[in-house]
């Protein structure tokens, strides 16, 4: 139902191509909101935040991302949160799963103002006129701000991801933050969080995947410490290893859906059996049901893994030679 034979919508589908609309036009120009969803699940329309829609075929920007909020973002409101984080640039820093839900929009809106839309979250804040900016004619946390806000009111795991892709488009230092935890929010609301896993950033981290499976290793007992996108020489350039201790010769990678699918799988087992065999090293694979709930799936292999390494390393290594 509603499927659409080409490669991306056309204008022959009734909505705009060109430009991002909101789900209110489509249903006045009488588009079944049953196709929109089907058009949004089949990758062919992406909806960024609640209410707005564009074509799949429109290259992500800064001016794309812009004109998504004008058509939702009241004029005295500011942008917070995630919302805020992507319209700076981070990288997937929406909710789980956005593209299969709308994600909700992320907005403060000053003491009088109301915002009737649908899935808006909207809160309290305490802003200071330094921690807003405007992008575009809209209102935004900065950069600085945003970062202690995702760590403060996000759950812990997606705190750490979010903040971890922040730091990719980051105009400040992880010690800022540190300053920020320890003065300026001093005292607030899970301001804890926000100091504890600011030493655990890393902008290498490629996903929320890879950050939920460095944040399992860190609170793992006993494990020792890793390194993020560890560069190895191959038979052809360079590989590098989500996860490495390079002392024992093991990695751990995951292999999220993302960049880990069908189509990489016999080059991925190519690229470790090569190194398994010219350089001893030693793998662990994890995947997305690994890191899930608890995590102690991921945790207890690791420090199974890691046993094994330090086992065998010497064995590993005398083979090679």
């Known amino acids: 139902m509603y499927s659409w034979p080409s490669a991306y919508l056309t204008t022959a589908a009734r909505v705009p191509v060109d430009r991002p609309f909101t789900t209110r036009w489509a249903r006045k120009q009488g588009v079944d909101p049953r196709r929109l969803r089907a058009w949004v699940r089949d990758g062919l329309l992406v909806a960024p935040v609640h209410g707005v829609l564009y074509a799949a075929q429109l290259e992500d920007s800064l001016d794309l991302r812009l004109e998504c909020l004008r058509l ?63 992008i575009g004619g809209l209102r935004v946390t900065t950069r600085r701000r945003t970062m202690c806000d995702l760590g403060m009111h996000l759950p812990r795991r997606q705190a750490f991801a979010a903040m971890c892709s922040m730091l990719k488009v980051a105009d400040f230092t992880l010690d800022d933050i540190r300053l920020q935890a320890d003065g300026r929010f001093k005292g607030h609301r899970w301001v804890c969080q926000l100091r504890d896993l600011t030493p655990l950033c890393d902008p290498r981290l490629a996903s929320p995947g890879e950050c939920n499976l460095a944040l399992i290793w860190h609170d793992t007992p006993g494990l020792p410490p890793f390194e993020p996108q560890f560069q190895v020489a191959g038979p052809r350039g360079s590989f590098y290893l989500d996860f490495a201790v390079p002392e024992l010769r093991y990695a751990a990678e995951y292999d999220g859906e993302e960049y880990h699918g069908q189509d990489r799988a016999e080059a991925d087992s190519s690229r470790r059996a090569w190194l398994e065999e010219t350089d001893g090293w030693m793998f662990g694979i994890f995947v997305a049901a690994d890191v899930r709930g608890t995590g102690h799936v991921a945790s207890d292999r690791l420090t199974r893994d890691i046993a094994e390494a330090r086992r065998t390393l010497r064995s590993r290594r005398r083979v090679i030679r």
């Open 72 to 134: 939702v973002v009241p004029a005295k409101a500011v942008v917070t949160d995630r919302t805020a984080a992507w319209l700076h640039g981070a990288p997937m820093v929406l909710e789980p799963n956005a593209h299969l839900q709308l994600p909700p929009l992320d907005l403060y809106l000053p003491p009088g103002g109301r915002i009737r839309r649908g899935l808006v979250r909207s809160g309290q804040r305490q802003l200071l006129a330094s921690e807003i900016e405007e």
